[in-house]
T-cell receptor, first 114, second 110 residues
Framework: ETGVTQTPRHLVMGMTNKKSLKCEQH?????MYWYKQSAKKPLELMFVYSLEERVENNSVPSRFSPECPNSSHLFLHLHTLQPEDSALYLC?????????????FGNGTRLTVT | SQQGEEDPQALSIQEGENATMNCSYK?????LQWYRQNSGRGLVHLIL?????REKHSGRLRVTLDTSKKSSSLLITASRAADTASYFCATATYGQNFVFGPGTRLSVLP
């Protein structure tokens, strides 16, 4: 049972749709992350929130918009996506003030853009 | 540039054999972590080794770190079919976020 829950598990959307991915962590962590995992590519860090402040963007296209209303919840708002955005989107959390804190991942949302 | 890089990309062994995966990285690190990912699932943290440590054990897992060569290895002993998964190394540098390698896909045949 993971302490990080992501919904939905699967999502199919058209290029003109707007949808949101949700992540919730029950571990008391103070940092949350969005990663993108595409086939045959390393995990790509998209966004980092530490103590609810966004600290890294990594030049992600503006069609991806994160939101972190509190330390337990993280959203990724999607609009006008492209087929190449189809991937597994993983949320993770950690304890930001501990340099040796590992990442705890959710099971991801498998996104297909048609 | 990519920090961690696993080798081999894919590994297929028989149940009961040992599996060894390697990770190389480019810059100085604070710690190196290994993660496992079953198909269609999230990554699960396996073990962390700090830059001042050379070897660490956890159950059937043994991790080594050679900072002079900027490399680490993950050994899984007495492998089981349930060990079939992708394995990733991630390097952590103070003040920066984790960087993951592309992973090694391990298949353990019954």
């Amino acid at each position: 049972e993971t302490g990080v829950t992501q919904t939905p598990r699967h999502l199919v959307m058209g290029m003109t749709n707007k949808k949101s991915l949700k992540c919730e962590q029950h571990l008391g962590h103070n940092a949350m992350y969005w990663y993108k995992q595409s086939a045959k590519k390393p995990l790509e860090l998209m966004f980092v929130y530490s103590l609810e402040e966004r600290v890294e963007n990594n030049s992600v296209p503006s069609r991806f918009s994160p939101e972190c209303p509190n330390s337990s919840h993280l959203f990724l708002h999607l609009h006008t996506l492209q087929p190449e955005d189809s991937a597994l989107y993983l949320c993770a959390s950690s304890q930001a003030d501990r340099g040796d804190s590992p990442l705890h991942f959710g099971n991801g949302t498998r996104l297909t853009v048609t | 540039s990519q920090q961690g890089e696993e080798d081999p990309q894919a590994l297929s062994i028989q149940e009961g054999e040992n599996a060894t995966m390697n990770c190389s990285y480019k810059t100085s690190i604070n710690n190196l972590q290994w993660y496992r990912q079953n198909s269609g699932r999230g990554l699960v943290h396996l073990i962390l080794i700090r830059s001042n440590e050379r070897e660490k054990h956890s159950g059937r897992l043994r991790v080594t770190l050679d900072t002079s060569k900027k490399s680490s290895s993950l050994l899984i002993t007495a492998s089981r079919a349930a060990d079939t998964a992708s394995y990733f190394c991630a390097t952590a540098t103070y003040g920066q976020n984790f960087v993951f390698g592309p992973g090694t896909r391990l298949s353990v045949l019954p």
